[in-house]
């Protein structure tokens, strides 16, 4: 077997599997607002007083009116063309409403998920490497502690510290870049703890193998043996972690963009939920989850490559 | 036949708990967890209705700790320790009530996903279980809680449609391993049907592993109502940890120093969601035999 070589047929499976999971996607998103309680119109006649006449006009100009199967095929056609409807709220277009706030998301979560991960796993390899030393235990309960911090509320606490106490930061006027430290923070510091978790457990499983031992019969000093054999054996459940709580993080990055203001999708959702916006919730919805299956999808390949035994399974 | 079934039963329960006793930080997460029990059943007691009303709250609006009640009030004269008691009730019964259905989807599907391995209804299920494991869930959860509508029983499914995957997975692999055991064939050579032996064989196999990560689910759905509440898609009239940071947080806590009041709840949330955590790894630790032995060493 040719190591470190991309195997087409690896990476066409893997791209299929995307596709599928993309399409159950698509699906989900139809049904998610046209079944469950009613249909978008009923949804927006909770948020706004409209007469039966108007609702009814309204429910034509969506296509409501046609059988399921026609708006579901309208619905495929539309999506698959770049058409996601227009914002209930302002009648902008939901993709360019999406677009607009893409950057902003883009920055905060890159950012805080890479800040989050490089401490995390160095944390995890000290604690994992010396098990039970005073580390690993005062690491390990400040990682609980921060796993079991609501981020938002955390944003709020760094928001009472810095911008009402110190008056360092403006409350207010998040769009600038040193505006961006408050949000990265609040954003790393609560999955810093998540990696560190995982990576020291890694670690410790790592440490029992084998071949570890046979590094140490080697002959060579224990920072060579961590160094060469166990953490990057030990990173790769890791990294797939990192990569699967994108969207985790996406989730969390609604909250943390609510508290401070940033001018992102989570902002745009936070303002789609109190307006009843549908098709910008759906929009968003579709974008994150595509996101996210992307980065599944690099994820995959990238560890198809690094690790052979996955291109076999 | 099942009484020796029990009796042995009981005493892998026992062994258990035995086992339990000895880790330190499962016992910390333990205590935390009863004390916060406690204060949740006797919230009726402890709080009348009328306290916790923002029309009818006897005390003084935004008294800062040290003052007539312990703790301060909030914008409405509210004791911030009474409603931090209501809260523990709310937020401890969402969360036990969505992690009861996360678990109940995620052991059913994760058994029948497992069983049926190499056959449609296996891959199906798998492939639904893969789904939701790699959708921001958490995104989905608040697009399904702002379709349904704020309340308290939304609240509750919502989560438990979004946070049972894990379970599924973990059930999954377990109920692989325990399909080929012996006994599992001896089963069947005698004549069980499928609903029997996973109902009988493979369900008090992997229960160890559902009831460790129905623990660990628990601190994961209470983290979720909170946001939930943050984002305003809680019920708005229950008075949950997370509903308390969102009131603090819209009437401005942070610029006017109203610490008193946004501290505390989520200081509850960390403490229930790490003993939760605590409690469901070290159960981890004592019913996966791998762990126990590398915990040894």
Redesign the interface.
């Known amino acids: 077997m040719r190591s470190g070589a991309l195997d087409l047929r690896f990476v066409a499976r893997r791209a299929g599997y995307a596709l ?2 993309l399409a ?2 698509l699906a989900v998103n139809f049904f ?2 046209r079944i ?2 009613g249909d978008p119109i009923a ?1 927006l006649a ?1 948020s706004q007083r409209l007469s039966p006449e108007a609702l009814e006009e309204q429910r034509r100009a969506f296509g409501l009116d046609e059988p399921l199967f026609v708006q579901f095929v309208v619905y495929l056609r539309e999506t698959l063309t770049g058409q996601l409807g227009v914002s209930l709220v302002s009648g902008v277009d939901v993709v360019d409403l999406i677009v607009s706030r893409l950057w902003p998301t883009i920055l905060l979560v890159g950012v805080g998920t890479l800040l989050a991960a490089v401490i995390g796993v160095l944390i995890g390899i000290r604690g994992g490497w010396r098990r039970g030393s005073a580390f690993d235990s005062s690491s390990l309960y400040s990682s ?2 921060l ?8 944003g ?2 760094l ?2 510290l810095f ?3 110190l008056g360092w930061f403006p ?1 207010g006027g998040f769009s600038s870049a040193a505006g961006l430290a408050l949000p990265v923070l609040a954003l790393s510091l609560g999955y810093v703890g998540q990696y560190a978790i995982v990576m020291r457990s890694s670690m ?2 790592v440490k ?1 193998q084998p071949y570890i031992t046979l590094a140490r019969a080697k002959g060579l000093s224990d920072p060579d043996v961590r160094r060469r054999h166990a953490v990057p054996n030990a990173v790769l459940p890791t990294f797939t972690l990192v990569v ?1 709580s ?3 993080i ?3 990055a ?2 943390i963009e ?2 401070f203001s940033w001018p992102g999708i989570g902002l745009l ?2 303002e ?3 307006t ?1 916006d ?1 098709p910008v ?2 929009g ?2 579709l974008v ?2 595509a996101a ?2 992307l980065a ?1 999808f690099i994820a995959d390949i990238a560890y198809g490559v690094i690790d052979p035994q996955v291109r076999q399974s | 036949m099942t009484t020796i079934a029990w009796q042995r039963r009981r005493r892998s329960w026992a062994t258990t708990w035995a086992l339990f006793r000895r880790n330190r930080r499962g016992m910390v997460g333990l205590v935390i967890l009863i004390v916060f029990a406690v204060l949740a059943l006797l919230a009726p007691l402890l709080v009348t209705p009328a306290e916790i009303d923002p029309a009818l709250a006897p005390g003084r609006p935004l008294q800062s700790p040290g003052e007539a009640p312990p703790l301060g009030t909030d914008l409405f004269g509210r004791a911030v320790l009474d409603m931090l008691i209501v809260g523990s009730r709310v937020s401890l019964t969402v969360g036990v009530l969505a992690t009861l259905g996360a678990v109940v989807i995620g052991a059913t599907m994760g058994l029948f996903a497992g069983y049926y391995t190499g056959r449609p209804l296996g891959t199906i299920l798998t492939a639904l279980t893969d789904w939701f494991l790699v959708i921001p869930w958490l995104v989905l959860a608040i697009v399904l809680a702002a379709i349904l509508g704020p309340n308290l029983l939304n609240v509750i499914v919502v989560i438990a449609v979004t946070s049972w995957a894990l379970t599924a997975r973990l059930v999954r692999a377990q109920t692989l391993v325990v399909r080929e055991q012996p006994f599992v064939e001896r089963a069947r050579a005698l004549g069980a049907g499928d609903a029997a032996i996973i109902t009988r064989q493979v369900l008090p196999s992997v229960a160890p592993v559902i009831v460790a990560q129905g623990v660990l689910t628990v601190a994961v759905a209470i983290l979720s109502e909170t946001t939930l509440a943050l984002l305003g898609l809680g019920d708005p009239n229950s008075l949950s940890w997370g509903r308390m940071i969102q009131e603090a947080f819209n009437a401005g806590a942070m610029s006017n120093g109203y610490w008193w009041w946004i501290l505390p709840p989520g200081i509850c949330v960390i403490l229930v969601t790490m003993a939760f955590t605590l409690v469901g790894y070290a159960l981890e630790e004592i019913l996966d035999p791998r762990l126990r032995k590398s915990e040894a060493q």
């Open positions: 599928l999971t159950f996607i998610l607002f469950m309680p949804l909770r609980l502690v796993y079991s911090t609501p981020e938002g509320w955390l709020m606490l928001l009472l911008a009402g106490w409350a410790i499983e029992a699967l994108v969207g985790f996406l989730g969390g609604i909250v609510t508290v959702t936070y789609a939920i109190n009843l549908y919730l759906q968003v919805f994150s989850s996210v299956i599944a």
